[in-house]
């Protein structure tokens, strides 16, 4: 499924944290169903007019690449980061280690912040907000981030008053499942039916 027709919008993946509790691995290389995580979120935005990954290049991946300031500095200085490379009016905002988002999901969350909410983001089975699985006006984030000199993503985000959005995947593959942790992986690569 497409987004709504003519709405531009552009992706931004966070995919430079420090993965602590992955060890230190490459948490966004880090294999679901043969993919790469980073790889499957990019393809739930391949509708997006630009991606830009806000972390280390990788090869195979059509994407602007950027980093924060300092690298690994946290999801605000990534946000910003990555914001700098936006040109649309909307841009995905997305956590590099979502194995089961999908394109229906992100046109979902399009769908439901049009045409006047400044965003939406999805809130899983306990009703908390998933900050990093959600779409933005651009000019929203821009303002906030101007306005702001912290390191929360709740804090900058939540007085944006987003549609809160709760959507369903198939099998169980919750579309704001992330993989924080080795257990998470596990579940992941058992979702997506590997052995």
């Known amino acids: 499924m497409r987004p709504?027709?003519?709405?531009?919008?552009?992706?931004?993946?966070?995919?430079?944290?420090?993965a602590e509790r992955l060890g230190g691995a490459d948490k966004?290389?880090?294999?679901?169903?043969?993919r790469p995580l980073v790889e499957r979120v990019a393809a739930a935005v391949a509708a997006a007019r630009a991606v830009v990954v806000v972390g280390p290049p990788r090869a195979g991946l059509r994407a602007v690449f950027t980093r924060e300031d300092p690298p690994g500095g946290g999801p605000v200085p990534a946000l910003r980061a990555g914001l700098a490379e936006v040109a649309a009016p909307w841009v995905a905002l997305l956590a590099a280690d979502l194995p089961f988002l999908t394109a229906a999901h992100?046109?979902?969350?399009?769908?439901?912040?049009?045409?006047?909410?400044?965003g939406a983001v999805l809130v899983d089975d306990g009703g908390r907000e998933q900050w990093l699985t959600g779409v933005w006006r651009t000019?929203?984030?821009?303002?906030?981030?101007?306005?702001?000199?912290?390191?929360?993503?709740?804090?900058?985000l939540g007085?944006?008053?987003?549609?809160?959005?709760?959507?369903?995947?198939?099998?169980?593959?919750?579309?704001?499942?992330?993989?924080?942790?080795?257990?998470?992986?596990?579940?992941?690569?058992?979702?997506?039916?590997?052995?």
Do not use: K, N
């Open 4 to 18: 709504p027709e003519g709405t531009p919008y552009d992706a931004v993946i966070l995919a430079g944290g420090r």
């Open 28 to 34: 966004p290389g880090a294999l679901v169903g043969g």
């Open 106 to 118: 992100v046109s979902a969350l399009l769908r439901a912040a049009l045409p006047d909410a400044a």
């Open 139 to 156: 000019a929203a984030l821009r303002d906030a981030l101007a306005a702001y000199e912290g390191r929360s993503l709740h804090r900058l």
């Open 159 to 195: 007085p944006l008053d987003p549609v809160r959005l709760r959507l369903t995947g198939e099998d169980g593959c919750e579309p704001w499942f992330d993989c924080d942790t080795i257990d998470d992986l596990g579940t992941a690569r058992r979702r997506a039916g590997e052995p």
